[in-house]
């Protein structure tokens, strides 16, 4: 699954950065480098998909300069699809009925 990610620095700095995700385990499972303020991408092999039914959160790490921020983030996929003629919400690739209303 490809992350694009973009770090914004409070000083504007344009400098290195280190993306660290990590499993279940604490081991590292993708990393990904760029720089401050500009889109980079990196892939993160075979995730398991976040869904309501499996909620499935990483922890990561973002490093700039002698900066480092944790936080976490979920895998997932959202499209729009055609199913037996209706247009439809896909998470992950299936029907996603959402519930109540959205505003």
Same mark, same amino acid.
């Given at each position: 699954m490809a992350v694009n990610m973009t770090v914004h620095s409070s000083d504007k700095s344009s400098g290195s950065v280190s993306v660290k995700i990590y499993d279940e385990s604490g081991?590292?499972?993708?990393?990904?480098?760029?720089?401050a303020g500009s889109a980079f991408q990196f892939?993160?092999?075979?995730?398991k998909l976040?869904?309501? %039914?499996?909620? !499935?959160l990483y922890n990561l790490t973002v490093t700039l300069g002698d900066d480092t921020v944790g936080a976490y983030t979920g895998f997932r996929t959202i499209e729009k699809g055609t199913v037996d003629g209706?247009?439809?919400h896909l998470l992950n690739g299936e029907?996603?009925? %959402?519930?109540? !209303?959205?505003e």
């Open positions: 081991n590292t499972l993708a990393t990904g480098t760029g720089s892939k993160v092999d075979k995730p976040w869904s309501p %039914a499996s909620p !499935t209706i247009t439809r029907v996603l009925f %959402a519930f109540g !209303t959205l």
